[in-house]
C-alpha cells in the first residue's frame, strides 16, 4: 500500500452516524451560532475586508473540503486481496443547488462591488439559504458514518447559512425588488449550467449505468426531492422543471419578504 493510500484510508475514519439533534448536530448548531454572533455583533471597520474575508473562509475550506470527499469517495481498499480501486462516484458530482455557494463566494471574494458580485450575493442570501436552513434543522439524510465527510456536510450547509445571514443581518444585502430579481437571475443561470451538465455527461457514455442529477431536474433520471419525484413521474418534463423553478423562486421570496420586514423593524426601532 503506497502513503497516498495510506493518507486516503486514514481520511476514511468512521465513527457511529449522527442523528438529527444529536451531539454531533448540536455541536455543529453551537459552533453557527457562535461564529454568526462574532460576525454581526462586533464593529468591523472596514466592512470590505471583513465581507471578503467570510466569503473567502467559507469558499476555501467548502472547496478543499468536497475535493477531499470527492477523492476519497472515489477510492475502496479491499483487506482480502490488499488492493485499491478508484471508481468516480458520478452522483456525488458537486453541483448541486447547496453546493453553489462554493462557486459563488469564491467569485464574490475577488470581484469588486458592482452588479455581478451584488447578484452573487444576493443569490447566497436569498436562494441558497434554503438548502442550508433545512439541513440545519433536519440533517438525517445527510449524515453518513464518515467522519471527514459529516463534517464536510456541516460546514458546506452551516456554513453557506452563517454567509447568507451575515449578507442580510449586516446590510451587505437589501431586500429589495431588484436584489430577489438578481439572485433569480444568477439561480436561472446555475439551472442552465446544472441541465447543461445532465445533458452532456449522460450522452458522453462515461456513466455506466450510474446515476448524474445535478439540481435533481435530469430529464434521465427521476429526482430524489421529495414531492418532486413523484410530480416528474406523473407529469412532462417541462411541467415538472417550471413547477421546480416557481417552488424555489417561491422559497425565495419568503425568505426576501422575511428580511424585508426585519428591516423595516430595524428601521423603525432606530428612528
Known amino acids: 500500500m503506497s ?23 448540536l455541536l455543529c448548531l453551537a459552533v453557527t451560532a457562535l461564529v454568526l454572533v ?34 476519497i469517495w472515489s477510492y475502496s481498499f479491499d483487506p482480502a486481496t490488499q488492493t485499491g480501486t478508484w471508481d468516480y462516484q458520478w452522483y456525488a458530482f458537486p453541483f448541486q443547488l447547496c453546493t453553489t455557494p462554493i462557486f459563488a463566494s469564491l467569485l464574490g471574494a475577488f470581484l ?28 438525517e439524510s445527510c449524515f453518513v458514518s464518515t467522519v471527514l465527510v459529516d463534517i464536510h456536510t456541516m ?12 449578507l442580510l443581518l449586516t446590510g451587505e444585502v437589501r431586500a429589495t425588488l431588484w436584489s430577489l430579481l438578481r439572485g433569480l437571475g444568477v439561480f436561472l443561470v446555475f439551472v442552465l449550467v446544472a441541465e447543461g451538465l445532465n445533458l452532456a455527461v449522460y450522452h458522453s457514455g462515461v456513466l455506466g449505468g450510474e446515476t448524474y442529477n445535478m439540481f435533481y431536474i435530469s430529464p434521465y433520471f427521476v429526482s430524489s426531492l ?24 417561491l422559497g425565495a421570496s419568503v425568505v426576501w419578504l422575511i428580511a424585508r420586514a426585519a428591516g423595516k423593524k430595524r428601521t423603525q426601532a432606530v428612528v
Open 3 to 25: 502513503f497516498f493510500e495510506r493518507i486516503l484510508l486514514a481520511l476514511q475514519f468512521e465513527m457511529p452516524r449522527p442523528t438529527s439533534y444529536g451531539l454531533f448536530h
Open 38 to 71: 462574532l460576525l454581526t455583533v462586533r464593529k468591523h471597520p472596514d466592512r470590505e475586508k471583513t465581507l471578503k474575508t467570510v466569503l473567502l473562509v467559507y469558499g476555501v475550506g467548502a472547496f478543499v473540503l468536497e475535493a477531499v470527499k470527492q477523492i
Open 226 to 249: 421529495p414531492v418532486f419525484d413523484a410530480i416528474q413521474q406523473r407529469t412532462p418534463f417541462a411541467v415538472f422543471l417550471l413547477l421546480y423553478l416557481i417552488a424555489i423562486f
Open 155 to 166: 460546514y458546506l450547509h452551516l456554513g453557506s447559512l452563517v454567509v447568507s445571514l451575515y
Open 112 to 139: 469588486k462591488k458592482g452588479p455581478l458580485r451584488d447578484a452573487l450575493l444576493s443569490y447566497m442570501a436569498f436562494f441558497t439559504i434554503l438548502g442550508s436552513v433545512a439541513t440545519a434543522v433536519y440533517p
